[in-house]
C-alpha cells in the first residue's frame, strides 16, 4: 500500500511537473479540447495492467497513477474548465465559434415570448455590450398543471417569488443568449415553458458570472420542474409554488434549494457531479432521502438513517405532508436542513 501511493503521488507529480516544464520552455502546445475527451483511455489500459500483471509487484501503483489521471481528466473535460489569459475563470463549450454564421430563423421563432431582434442581438455580441433579454407569458385561468424546463449550461441562476403572469424572466450575459419557448394544451388545462441558453461561454470577473437569469413563476398552477445547470451557483425558492415533482441536474455548481409545503406528495430527483447541494425542507413536513454514489460528504439535520443510503424524518409516518429525495451523486456535499 505504500509504494502504490508513493507511485501515485510520485508519478502525478512528475507528470505535471514535465508538462509545465515543456509548456514553460515552448516545447509543448498541447490542444486539451481535442485530448481530454479520450481520458477513458487511461481507464482501459489500467484494466489491461491489471489483467497482464496480476498481482506482480508495482503493477497496483501504476493502475491506481492511471486511475488516478483518468478521474481527474473526466471531470475537467466534463466541465471543459480552464483559466485565460487575463486570469479570469473561463469555462469554453466552443471557443472557436464562428458568431458571424447565418442562422436558422426557426431557432428564433417564439410566438408567445417577447424576444430580441436578432440584428439587435448580433451587433450587442459584436459591440461587447451585455446583451439582456425579458421573457414572459400570460396567465390563462384554465392553466391548472404547467411545466417548467431550464437549460441552463453555466452561469448564475434564480428563482423564486410570484408573478401574475404564467412565466417570466431577464437574463444577462455578455457572451451568449437565451431562448424561450411557450406552449398550452387546453385539452388538459396545462401549459409547458422551457428557457434554454444558447452554447457558449461563461466567464467569472471580478466575482460576477457573466451569464445570469433571474426567473419567476406563478403560484397557481401544479408545476413539474426540470433544471439542467452545467456549472455555476443556482438559487431556487419554491416555498411559494405547488411542486409536484422537481428533477435537479448539475455538473460542477453550488446549489441551494428551498422546497415547499404546498402539496400533499412532492418528489425531489437530483444528479450530481461534483458539486454542493443545499436542501431545505419545512420542518411540519415528513421527509425521506434515498443517496446512490460514493464520496458524498452529508450533513442530515433532523433526518436519521434506516438503511444503507436510507434516510427519514422522525415525523415521516405521522405528517400529512411528505417530501420524497432521491439523490445520486460522486464527489459531491450534500446538506439537508429544516425551516
Request: glycine share 10%.
Amino acid at each position: 500500500m505504500r509504494n502504490s501511493r508513493g507511485i501515485v503521488w510520485g508519478g502525478m507529480l512528475i507528470i505535471l511537473g514535465v508538462i509545465w516544464l515543456l509548456r514553460s520552455m515552448d516545447l509543448l502546445n498541447i490542444d486539451w479540447d481535442a485530448v481530454l475527451p479520450y481520458w477513458p483511455v487511461l481507464l482501459i489500459l489500467a484494466g489491461a495492467i491489471l489483467m497482464a500483471a496480476g498481482r506482480e509487484r508495482g503493477s497496483g501503483g501504476i493502475v491506481a497513477l492511471l486511475i488516478t489521471l483518468a478521474v481527474f481528466g473526466g471531470i475537467v473535460n466534463k466541465t471543459h474548465q480552464a483559466i485565460d489569459d487575463r486570469d479570469n475563470w473561463h469555462f469554453g463549450w466552443d471557443d472557436d465559434r464562428d458568431y458571424g454564421h447565418d442562422r436558422d430563423d426557426d431557432d428564433y421563432d417564439n410566438d408567445d415570448s417577447d424576444r430580441r431582434r436578432d440584428e439587435d442581438y448580433e451587433r450587442d455580441r459584436r459591440g461587447g455590450r451585455p446583451i439582456n433579454g425579458s421573457y414572459n407569458y400570460e396567465m390563462q385561468d384554465f392553466i391548472q398543471k404547467a411545466n417548467f424546463n431550464l437549460e441552463g449550461g453555466a452561469g448564475s441562476f434564480s428563482l423564486d417569488g410570484n408573478t401574475p403572469k404564467l412565466f417570466e424572466a431577464a437574463t444577462k450575459s455578455n457572451v451568449v443568449g437565451f431562448k424561450s419557448t411557450t406552449s398550452v394544451n387546453k385539452l388538459n388545462n396545462s401549459a409547458s415553458v422551457s428557457l434554454k441558453m444558447e452554447e457558449g461561454n461563461v466567464k467569472i470577473k471580478n466575482g460576477e458570472i457573466s451569464n445570469q437569469a433571474k426567473i419567476h413563476l406563478n403560484d397557481r398552477p401544479i408545476w413539474n420542474i426540470d433544471l439542467g445547470i452545467g456549472a455555476g451557483k443556482g438559487n431556487f425558492d419554491f416555498s411559494n409554488y405547488k411542486v409536484e415533482k422537481l428533477k435537479v441536474s448539475t455538473g460542477v455548481a453550488d446549489m441551494d434549494i428551498r422546497l415547499s409545503d404546498k402539496l400533499p406528495v412532492a418528489v425531489v430527483e437530483i444528479e450530481a457531479g461534483v458539486a454542493s447541494v443545499t436542501l431545505e425542507v419545512p420542518e411540519s413536513v415528513g421527509c425521506e432521502m434515498r443517496m446512490d454514489g460514493a464520496l458524498n460528504a452529508k450533513n442530515m439535520e433532523g433526518l436519521e438513517r434506516v438503511g444503507n443510503g436510507h434516510y427519514r424524518s422522525s415525523n415521516y409516518d405521522t405528517a400529512p405532508k411528505k417530501v420524497i429525495v432521491h439523490y445520486e451523486g460522486g464527489l459531491t456535499s450534500i446538506n439537508i436542513k429544516r425551516y
